[in-house]
Nanobody, 116 residues
Framework: QVQLEESGGGLVQPGGSLRLSCVAS????????SAWYRQSQGKERERVAI???????VYSDSVKGRFIISRDNEKNTVYLEMHHLEPADTADYYC??????????WGQGTRVTVSS
């Protein structure tokens, strides 16, 4: 079992920045995929960034050029740096860790609100 705990959400003005963190604990393997998803009210959950076991990163078009995903394997922590935030980025952000299709873990979410 793996447990994920996100932190770093909050209220930020448009154009501002935030950094989300997600710490994994438990039986964390050496090779896995990390991802950040978000869900706005009334919308489906959207994947915004992936960090693969090989270190490759992939971003959704909606955040490309503004968000950066990174991972510290020694700390079992994945980060999401968010810059030039817009009101449309307001959502609950969820950390995801996938070892294989049967081992797919989620955090409890952290809320990001972009508003003046």
């Amino acid at each position: 079992q793996v447990q994920l705990e996100e932190s770093g959400g909050g209220l930020v003005q448009p154009g501002g920045s935030l950094r989300l963190s997600c710490v994994a604990s438990g039986s964390v393997p050496s090779f896995y995929t990390s991802a950040w998803y978000r869900q706005s009210q009334g919308k489906e959950r959207e994947r915004v960034a992936i960090f693969t076991g090989g270190g490759r990163t992939v971003y959704s078009d909606s955040v490309k050029g503004r968000f950066i995903i990174s991972r510290d394997n020694e700390k079992n922590t994945v980060y999401l740096e968010m810059h030039h935030l817009e009101p449309a980025d307001t959502a609950d952000y969820y950390c995801n860790l996938v070892i294989n299709p049967r081992q797919n873990y989620w955090g409890q979410g952290t809320r990001v609100t972009v508003s003046s």
